[in-house]
Structure formats: structure tokens, C-alpha cells
């Protein structure tokens, strides 16, 4: 599970947002901190960005002062208690000095930045002072350092430390910049010691630049920070398992004894919880509840308890076995088209087994006086013998008697406002019930009444259930302290086309949030990147496209937002067809608004464009396509030039060795360039064009795998993916193009592609791609898939096999599945978004997808679909 979204879902009940705009738990609008309220000094303007409020000093002329576009930055951190005493320090010191600085203007919004799962890589950072020069920063070192001697922080892990206060540093941009990086993308940016523009690092770990050298005066505070080592430690340490940004977890061996044991570390001022308690905290809290706990035989033994450097440690055994979430895959009889019968019973029987263990292992801890309170699949270790378990990560623990509320949980096993105590424990449980069988249950942090409707497709897909099993997790799930809570609204079926159609559409509509500047639609996190509530993926350019294609009325007020955020688009807006401008460009250009698409489309040309990856979702396939659709619709040979200097570019590439590690897919393998291949083959007839786009889908198909039941799917090491976006069916999609021009009578068995291209690959025939057809389609009829959405869910697999003619008549199936995540908003018919705590409207993730999937699948020939995807091509 991504836990960014879990910070993204604090903001709004509905929909994930910004974490700047979450008020505090009680409810009440969000407090500013007192130095935020003041007022903005003559000579001074003051500007918020997200979750920053900036203070620039003006010149003569009324303008923000000229300044150094980079250099070393001091950082503050801060805890939520000290934090307005530190910000009305640095204001009082910056402001006669005229030195541009910014904080974070209310206490919750520091909370969020030092909690658990926050970004490691702005953890801690609370104020940043933008020094002119090495002179002033030593100057400003030394003086508000003293200013803030005995305040304490978080250590920012991309920065050095200044003593023992709160302040560091780090060389990097102060104005924003960009660069495409060498993997591609878009990036923050300083200039090098030639002047060129080239990636601003901001990993966890303090680095400087090759061309910058280190201040003699920060020489000694380096030194320092290399002193703290694990060398003089009894244990070695081995693998990290884990980080978050509370600190590690790591696995080792005790080197006195050869034991295998874990390490978990906890930063001071870190990795907040709900209550405030920072890491160090959690951790004692693990210590003790563990301590009460043993013997049990259900939880880790206690090995050690250390301090290194400030920070803590605890050793415990490690524990063999595997975390239940593990076993979804291999043992899940749902996962394939046609579960076989004795499976699913099977299945059943062991995982009623496996719940009833875990009931045992919390009795036991209830019997000591322990409220587990985090208690999910990830949480719970599954001996070798496939039948006991162990609990894990105590660090939430509390004694019963206290009867607290949950402070840390796993979205799905998030127990209401209303649990306390061990009844938090049981709402857990009672969520393992269902998640056993169909891993959802983040769900009902939108709507618990969502459980009664699980448990009916659970009872249909799993008929073994004992009497009860089900129905008792659900009356625990939606009991409410004053009485039974009504179950979900009635929605209308997906399959009831177009009533279906027309509620998605009203409920996107409803969605719409014109006034804001940052986005127009609720949808995924990603939205709130550079540009992001721009795009096609997460924008509002994916939006209006399926709104478009599905038959929708124009939404006018929306094209005006989006033509107005495009005047001049946001700095940093990526590039690409599903990322960036050039997909915005061809909605545009879909919509009518041709000189806005051409505007657009010489924006990115006007970058280093030549650099970007080859792929469909923000690299060359996607903007090759772009600029040959809009050569097509306004004749503009230039552009037609830039779409055939692209095709020499990726030939070029093809014809270099395959990446070992290079990712497979539509969007993000070599699936993108093989489909704007076979779009230029269209338009030239140059036959080294197809084979080229062949060789390009048999790299793809090489990284695939067959799984139970015969599925091909992409194998990325640790998991399998059958999916649109980067997952087989995406590689299906293009396929099947391929072959449908490939077999015309003039190209004899279709074996003939293999060139200069192809050599190596296991698919060296045109049977073999057929074949492989084949397997992907059973990929994509598989019974569950674990989200809604159309790059990594159901939808797409609704999109694929109405695309290429389902000969198995299990669309139907597809689509009444999709169903199963079938959610109320205003009323109306919507799905939830990635990791499924928040709706979603966009494209990628979300309601927009899912209209898009069935319009294709339901309205016949030449509807709906993806763009540069059409109804399946045939022989001309």
C-alpha cells in the first residue's frame, strides 16, 4: 500500500485533497499559527503555496528583490508545540535583513509533514531562509542558530545538521526550474558549473553537488554527522525491510549468538501519530506491551533496547513465516477466469481456519490487558505451517483499561470514532472476515455501509462459508453507538446502459470544482504534482475527453478552465501525451480549441523533448502520436517533421540492446512505441515499420510470465500484473492492432518481422503472438482484480475485451463485477480511486475511466476509446 494517500485522505471525507486544507480533528476550521496572522511588513509581500506561506522582500519598483536562483538553504525544523515561537524567531531576525524566507503557517499542517507516513524527503522541514551568498549563510548560521539554541526538531534527512538546534542545510534551487532528468521526467532544477540545467537531488540522505564544494565552516558538522556508525553494535545488519518517517526496520543477526533478529529504529520528533506521540514514543510503547506479552507465542520476543546516536532501537526475534497478505496471490481461486470449485472450497476452509487462529492470538493479548489497535493482513505473520500466526508491530498498543482510541491503522481496518478499546480490535477482525475473500475493505473508510453488499458477492463467490461468518462481521462493522446504520444507497447496475452512463456523467459533473486553480476534478494524488490537474491521466483533460466520447453534453465552464490554466500552462507542467501538455494539446484540439492545441504542442517542442523516455504515457510514443494527430487535423508540416525525427529516434533505440530492467506495458514499456509504429506504418506503408513496432511488442511479451489458469502477465519480480496501464492487457491492446495489419495475405504467416529488431525473443513466430493474444485475454477475464479503475483495474479489463471481440461472452461478467465497487456520490452511480480510501472522477483511477470502459464496451462499433486506440484496426 502507497501510505501517501492515507495523508491525501485526511482533507475531505470524499475525496482526496491537498493536505493544506485538512482541519484539525476536532472539526473546526484550521487554526494559523499566531506568527502567520501578522501582518505582512511594509516593503514585503507574502504569498501561500500549498502548505507554505512565503515572505519575499520588494524593490524599489514594487517587485520581488532580485535574488540568487540557488544556492545553500538553511531549513528549520520544529515540533508542533514550538513551532509559532520559531517562526516569530526567524521573522524577527529575517525581516530587518531583508532575507527572503517561508514557514508552514499552522500547527496541524507541521503535524502532517512529521507524520508517519510523510514524504522522507521534506520531513522536518518547517522554515526555509534563502541566504545571499556563503558569507551570509555562515553569518545566519551562527546567529539565528544561537536564536534557537534549545529548540528541537526532527533531523530533515536531506540535509546537514547545524550543531545541536534545529537547523540545516542544503545546496539547491531557491526559484523553480526545470529539467527532463535522465529517466525523463520533468524535475526541479539548478544550473551546474557550466550553466546547464540539470537535476536538483532530493533524496533522504545529505548530498552535495559535484561541482559545488562544501563551506570549510560545515566541514566540522559533516564530520560530526559521520561519526554515528553501526560498527561497535553486537548486530549486523543485513536487509532493510522497511522505512517510513519514524525511521527503519531492518533485518540482522546477533553476531554473539548467530540469532536472527529485527531492528526497528525510531527518529526523535518523527513519524507523529494521531495523538501526537512521535516515534520514540511508539516505539517505547511497542517495548512494553511486548514485555506484558511474553510467552504468549503470539507476538516477537524482546531482545534488546538501545539508544545510537538519538536514536532508538529494539531488538526482537525474527520471526519465520510470511505476512498473510502475501498468500492473495498464490492461493486467492478468484484470481483466474474459471476458479475450479474444490479451490474455492479449499480456500475457504483454510481461510476460516487462519481467521479463527488470529481470534485466538487477540484473545490472548486481551487476556494480558493489550488493545492490539492495528491489527490487518500486513500486521499478521503466517508460520511456515501455514495454519498458526504471530502478531506484529506493536507500536499502537495500548493497555485496555484506558478503552483509547485507535492513533496509527491500515485504512481497511480503520475502527469508527465510536470504538474504543478492545472493541477496536474487534471491528478489525470483523474486517479480516471479509478481507480474506475480497481485500477491499478500504472501502468503508468512504462508507461502511459498502460491508453488506461485500459480504452478498462473498456468499455467491464462496458458498462453504459457515452460517454466520459473514453476517455477524457486518453487524460489527456497521453498528453505530446510537443503533444499526442504514445500509448503501441503491445504485443503479453498470450493465443498466445508458441509465448508468447518464448518473456517472451527472456524478462527475457534481464533482467539478471550477473555482479552485489546482484542479477542476476530484481524482487521484497525483493531480496535485506539477500539472497534474492538468493532464489526461488525472486532469482535467482525461475528463472532458471521456465525457466527450461517451456522448455527454459539452461542459462548457470546464473547456474555459481549462483553456484559461493552459494561458500560460503551470512551470513544470510535464511534457507527455498522459502526464503533460501534449495530452491536453490533443483534447484540446479534439474539443475545437486547434490554435490553443498548436500553442501547446510549441511549448513542448520549445523544450529538450529529445530527451524523454520512449514511452506512450509521458515520453516520445505519446508525443509522437500527438504531433502526427495534429499534422492530420491542420496540415502542418513541421509537425508531421517532429512526428518522423521521433520515428528515428525510436527506431534508433530499438535497435540497441533491451534494459534488463526496463518496465513493460502500454504506458510504460515498449508497448507505447510499438503502437505510434504502427500509426506511422499506417500513414507510410513502410514495411520496417511493422516489423519494428513487432520487435518492440516481443520485448514486452519477454517480460511476461504465464500464471495458474494460463493468464500472461507482465512480471515485475515481486508481483505479476495483468492491467491496462502497465500490466499485459495493455500489451493485448496493441497487439492485437499489430496483428490485425500484420496478417493481410501480402504478409504471408506473419513470421517475417524479426530483422534487425527482434532476434532473442521467445515470440518469434506469428502463431506465438496469437497465441500470446490468447493468454492475455484470459489475463483479463480473471474473476477479481483488486480495483475499479482502467489502468490498474477492472474497467480496464471491460475496455480490452470489448475492444477485441470477448469469443468467451465473459465481459458480461466483467461488468456486472464491476459492480462490486460501485459507490454513492450525490446520488449518483461513481467509483473509488487508486488504494480505494477516496473517490475518484479522472481518467486513470477513477468514475471518468470507468465511463469511458463501459461506453466502449456498451454504445457498439466506433464509440468510446482510449485516445490513438480505436475500434480495432483491420486490414485496408
Not at 5 to 22: I, K
Not at 439 to 444: A, C, D, G
Not at 540 to 546: D, H, I, R, S, T
Request: hydrophobic fraction near 40%; aromatic fraction near 8%.
Amino acid at each position: 500500500m502507497d501510505k501517501r494517500y492515507e495523508v491525501y485522505a485526511l482533507a475531505d471525507r470524499r475525496f482526496y485533497d491537498t493536505p493544506d486544507r485538512t482541519a484539525p480533528a476536532d472539526g473546526a476550521r484550521a487554526p494559523l499559527l499566531d506568527t502567520a496572522r501578522r501582518t505582512v511588513p511594509e516593503g514585503w509581500e507574502a504569498a501561500r503555496t500549498g502548505d507554505w506561506l512565503t515572505l519575499t522582500p520588494l524593490g524599489p519598483d514594487g517587485r520581488p528583490q532580485p535574488g540568487p536562483a540557488q544556492g545553500w538553504k538553511i531549513h528549520s525544523s520544529a515540533t508542533p508545540a514550538d513551532a509559532d515561537r520559531i517562526a516569530a524567531i526567524v521573522w524577527d531576525y529575517c525581516v530587518p535583513r531583508r532575507i527572503p524566507f517561508k514557514f508552514v503557517p499552522a500547527a496541524h499542517l507541521v503535524h502532517l509533514r512529521n507524520a508517519k507516513y510523510a514524504p522522507r524527503d521534506g520531513s522536518g522541514k518547517f522554515v526555509t531562509v534563502y541566504p545571499d551568498g556563503e558569507e551570509q549563510l555562515h553569518t545566519v548560521l551562527n546567529e539565528l542558530g544561537d536564536l534557537l539554541a534549545g529548540f528541537q526538531g526532527p533531523y530533515i534527512l536531506t540535509d546537514l545538521r547545524w550543531g545541536e538546534g534545529p537547523l540545516h542545510v542544503r545546496y539547491g534551487a531557491f526559484a523553480r526550474s526545470f529539467v527532463v532528468d535522465e529517466r525523463g521526467a520533468l524535475v526541479p532544477a539548478v544550473r551546474d558549473a557550466e550553466g546547464r540545467l540539470v537535476p536538483d537531488r532530493r533524496t533522504p540522505s545529505f548530498q552535495v553537488p559535484e561541482w559545488v564544494t562544501l563551506p570549510d565552516f560545515l566541514a566540522p558538522h559533516l564530520a560530526a554527522r559521520n561519526t554515528t556508525t553501526v560498527g561497535d553494535l553486537p548486530y549486523r545488519v543485513e536487509k532493510a525491510l522497511h522505512f517510513s518517517n519514524g525511521g527503519g526496520v531492518y533485518a540482522g543477526t546477533d553476531t554473539r549468538t548467530g540469532a536472527k533478529v529485527v531492528l526497528k529504529e525510531a527518529r526523535p520528533h518523527a513519524g507523529l501519530a494521531a495523538d501526537g506521540a512521535d516515534a520514540v514514543a511508539r516505539l517505547e510503547r511497542e517495548r512494553q506491551a511486548l514485555e506484558r506479552l511474553a510467552g504468549t507465542g503470539v507476538v516477537p520476543e524482546v531482545r534488546d533496547w538501545f539508544t545510537l546516536g538519538d536514536h532508538r532501537f529494539l531488538v526482537t526475534d525474527f520471526v519465520e513465516g510470511r505476512p498473510l497478505n502475501s498468500y492473495f496471490a498464490e492461493r486467492h481461486p478468484l484470481l483466474t477466469a474459471d476458479p475450479d470449485p474444490a479451490e474455492v472450497a479449499a480456500y475457504t476452509r483454510w481461510a476460516v481456519r487462519v481467521h479463527a487462529a488470529v481470534e485466538r492470538a487477540v484473545e490472548q493479548v486481551h487476556a494480558r490487558g493489550i488493545v492490539f489497535n492495528d491489527l490487518h493482513v500486513f500486521n499478521i505473520m503466517v508460520a511456515p505451517d501455514e495454519e498458526s500466526v504471530v502478531l506484529l508491530d506493536f507500536e499502537a498498543a495500548a493497555p485496555a483499561q484506558e478503552r483509547g482510541r485507535q492513533v496509527v491503522a491500515h485504512p481497511g481496518f480503520f475502527a469508527p470514532p465510536d470504538r474504543r478499546g478492545t472493541d477496536v480490535d474487534r471491528y478489525a477482525l470483523a474486517c479480516l472476515r471479509l478481507a480474506l475473500f475480497l481485500p477491499v475493505t478500504t472501502l468503508f473508510v468512504v462508507d461502511r455501509g459498502k460491508a453488506a453488499h461485500l459480504a452478498e458477492v462473498i456468499a455467491a463467490q464462496f458458498p462453504g462459508l459457515p452460517d454466520g461468518f459473514l453476517a455477524e462481521a457486518v453487524a460489527e462493522i456497521t453498528r453505530e453507538a446510537s443503533g444499526p446504520r442504514p445500509g448503501p444507497a441503491a445504485l443503479v447496475e453498470p450493465a443498466d446502459w445508458p441509465h448508468s452512463r447518464d448518473s456517472m456523467i451527472k456524478a462527475v459533473l457534481a464533482s467539478a470544482t471550477p473555482d479552485r486553480d489546482d484542479r477542476l476534478f476530484p481524482g487521484d494524488i497525483a493531480q496535485f504534482s506539477d500539472g497534474g490537474g492538468l493532464g489526461l491521466a488525472h486532469g482535467a483533460a482525461g475528463v472532458l475527453y471521456a465525457l466527450a466520447t461517451a456522448g455527454s453534453t459539452r461542459y462548457e465552464e470546464g473547456e474555459r478552465w481549462l483553456l484559461d490554466h493552459t494561458d500560460p500552462p503551470p512551470p513544470g507542467t510535464p511534457l507527455g501525451l498522459y502526464d503533460g501538455l501534449a495530452g491536453v494539446a490533443h483534447v484540446l484540439d479534439l474539443l475545437g480549441h486547434r490554435q490553443r492545441a498548436l500553442d501547446l504542442a510549441d511549448t513542448v517542442l520549445r523544450e529538450r523533448w529529445q530527451n524523454l523516455p520512449s514511452d506512450l504515457h509521458g515520453g516520445l510514443a505519446g508525443l509522437g502520436l500527438v504531433l502526427a494527430g495534429l499534422a492530420d487535423s491542420t496540415g502542418e508540416s513541421e509537425l508531421r517533421g517532429h512526428a518522423d525525427d521521433i520515428t528515428r529516434i525510436l527506431l534508433s533505440r530499438l535497435s540497441q540492446p533491451p534494459e534488463p530492467k526496463r518496465r513493460a506495458g502500454l504506458l510504460r514499456g515498449a508497448s507505447g512505441p510499438a503502437l505510434f509504429l504502427l500509426r506511422q506504418y499506417r500513414r507510410t506503408g513502410e514495411r520496417a515499420l511493422l516489423d519494428a513496432a513487432g520487435a518492440a511488442l516481443r520485448r514486452d511479451l519477454d517480460k511476461c510470465v504465464t500464471q495458474r489458469g494460463g493468464s500472461l502477465e507482465v512480471d515485475e519480480g515481486w508481483r505479476t500484473l495483468p492491467y491496462l496501464g502497465d500490466g499485459s492487457a495493455g500489451i493485448g491492446m496493441v497487439l492485437d492492432d499489430h496483428l490485425a495489419l500484420h496478417d493481410r495475405p501480402a504478409d504471408g504467416d506473419g513470421d517475417g518481422d524479426r530483422g534487425e529488431y527482434g532476434s532473442g525473443s521467445e515470440y518469434g513466430s506469428g502463431e506465438d503472438l496469437r497465441r500470446a493474444r490468447d493468454a492475455i485475454l484470459t489475463a483479463a477475464s480473471a474473476r477479481f482484480y483488486a480495483q475499479p479503475g482502467l489502468f490498474q483495474g477492472r474497467a480496464g479489463m471491460i475496455l480490452h475485451l470489448g475492444r477485441t471481440g470477448d469469443p468467451d461472452d465473459r465481459l458480461a461478467g466483467q461488468i456486472a463485477g464491476l459492480g462490486w465497487y460501485a459507490m454513492d456520490y450525490q446520488g449518483q452511480l461513481a467509483f473509488p480511486g487508486h488504494q480505494m480510501m477516496r473517490l475518484s472522477m479522472d481518467l486513470a483511477t477513477g468514475t471518468a475511466g470507468c465511463l469511458l470502459a463501459l461506453a466502449a464496451a456498451l454504445d457498439g462499433p466506433g464509440s468510446a476509446h482510449l485516445p490513438f486506440l480505436p475500434p480495432l484496426m483491420r486490414p485496408s
